[in-house]
């Protein structure tokens, strides 16, 4: 008892003691732990997440979990007379029409009925360079003309004699295996990996990023998939990115159209990946890695270490890391009986094209616009020139006034004759006079013309008049301040060669 008085008064001493170690700042056991953490941090964030996680207590179990979640194929089963393996690794990527697992309210929203083919929808090489710093993605038009291998009919067990077919009936006919034999068959370049991705994988893997945004300079309005964007940058959800990358009949020039389309925006989503922060955030990595696998299929090798060494490769890409091309074509309409209408490669350009992959050669170097710019003298910043379907130097324009501003039809001509433009110089005044936007009226049978001025007067509204003949019309509004965007028609690839872009030639 005599001693509990003075352990009473000496605990609000204890508080007393606190500042001590302030005092012995210099001295090493506390201070120096603080940066500790930050350190931890950096290394973080310029690693990988997927690599942080590996390397942790739970990233092994994490990286099982999904390695678990891919359903396997075997695509190079009893394959014989393979290709020469090259240098770098090559994934046979196809796009199927799988659509099981779409709700019915997105079958309506996204003109997704009817049934599927069962055939690749898309077909895609990837090649990712040895060094694991460049990626090269080869678009197969599906109605490629090829001639399938002898094979073993799945269903009826008799042999089956060579024959020819569309590249994208592989599938259905002989499914991944026919289809991989098909394109190295055709391309002489060993495939290392198969991934299959259908529609509701792809829907997914764009939502999960936060949408991905595209550019147009040109309307792009298909009835067939229900899509209608107008010129600009949108952000579009999954599955209005599957209308996009889907679309076939926004212009004449059909699937290939629609595969330059696809390669944009396999750019655009690269770049949405590389920039989010999404593959440096473990949290979000795992959600889109598992959007992705947890309905793909996969050959049997594609697993963890795979997936690590994608995840590594990706670290330091960016949309200038990429490019596309679509294999080159020879001939349009290649008809052959009882398949129909194909497409026919040029032999010579696409045996040029699979040599540089297999030799891991970029397919075009490094252009003036990619070189690093000087410092000491920089320029001026000009928006680039939009890409469009029809020269300008081909389009008939009659330019008219429909404002009260004299002389506005007058500017705009000569603006538009210094584009390029075909104008007759003899500007008109309109029958109205209270228009507040440009319009644009054209015969529908020059709707290409018509969309390619549209896109050097942004803002402007296209109006369909039947039978106006081959001149198209510009009516002026007050939208009009005397600028008109310059563009070019894309030019076409010399024979025997790939047309080749970079994730970041994406023009609007």
């Known amino acids: 008892m005599s001693a509990s008085p003075p352990r009473s008064p000496a605990r609000p001493a204890r508080p007393q003691r606190r500042p001590q170690p302030t005092r012995q700042a210099p001295r090493p056991p506390v201070r120096p732990r603080r940066p500790r953490r930050p350190r931890w941090a950096m290394r973080a964030v ?14 092994h179990s994490v990286m099982a979990g999904l390695d678990a979640d891919i359903a396997r194929v075997d695509p190079f089963k009893d394959m014989k007379n393979r290709p020469a393996a090259g240098h770098g690794m090559n994934v046979l990527l ?3 029409d799988g659509r099981d697992k779409i709700t019915e309210q997105e079958r309506r929203r996204y003109r997704l009925g009817g049934a599927p083919c069962h055939c690749t929808d898309t077909i895609m090489i990837v090649h990712i360079s040895a060094d694991r710093k460049r990626a090269t993605v080869v678009s197969l038009p599906r109605d490629s003309y090829a001639e399938v291998p002898a094979q073993v009919d799945e269903t009826t067990h008799r042999p089956r004699a060579a024959h020819p077919i569309k590249l994208n009936a592989a599938y259905a006919e002989g499914g991944p295996q026919l289809t ?15 991934l299959e991705v259908d529609f509701i994988t792809f829907m997914r893997t764009v939502d ?27 952000t579009l959800n999954g599955g209005q990115a599957l209308q996009y990358v889907r679309s076939r009949h926004v212009d004449a020039a059909s699937d290939l159209g629609r595969m330059k389309r696809q390669q944009r925006f396999l750019a655009s989503m690269i770049e949405q990946a590389t920039s989010s922060g999404v593959l440096l955030n473990p949290i979000r990595f795992r959600d889109v890695t598992r959007a992705v696998l947890g309905s793909v299929r996969a050959d049997t090798g594609f697993g963890t270490d795979e997936l690590l060494d994608l995840g590594r490769a990706m670290r330091n890409f960016s949309p200038s890391s990429s490019e596309f091309t679509t294999v080159p074509i020879g001939q349009l309409g290649y008809a052959v009986k009882g398949i129909g209408s194909t497409l026919k490669w040029d032999r010579a350009g696409a045996d040029q094209l ?23 003298a920089p320029k001026p910043q000009v928006p680039p020139p939009a890409t469009v379907e029809v020269a300008p130097a081909g389009i008939r324009v009659q330019v008219e006034n429909g404002t009260p501003t004299a002389g506005l039809a007058r500017r705009m001509d000569a603006a538009l004759a210094a584009t390029g433009f075909a104008t007759n ?9 209270d228009l507040r936007r440009t319009v644009v009226s054209f015969d529908p049978r020059w709707d290409r013309s018509a969309r390619s001025l549209a896109a050097a007067l942004p803002g402007s509204v296209l109006r369909a008049v039947p039978g ?4 198209l019309r510009v009516t002026v509004g007050t939208d009009f301040k005397g600028a008109v965007r310059t563009v070019r028609a894309e030019a076409p690839a010399p024979q025997g060669e790939a047309s080749v872009i970079r994730g970041d030639d994406r023009v609007c």
């Open 180 to 194: 991989v034999r098909t394109v190295e068959d055709m391309t002489r370049l060993k495939i290392d990996h198969y």
């Open 468 to 471: 106006m003949g081959p001149v």
């Open 46 to 59: 310029t690693t990988l997440s997927v690599v942080v996680l590996a390397s942790a207590g739970i990233g």
């Open 94 to 96: 196809v796009g199927t």
């Open 354 to 376: 699979f040599r540089s992959l297999r030799e891991d050669k970029p397919l075009a170097p490094p252009t003036p616009a990619h070189a690093p710019t000087p410092t000491h």
């Open 208 to 234: 999960v990023l936060g949408g991905v945004r595209v550019c147009t300079a040109q309307p792009l309005k298909d009835s067939y998939t229900g899509l209608n964007l107008s010129p600009g940058t949108h």
């Open 425 to 433: 110089h003899r500007p008109v005044g309109a029958a109205r006079r």
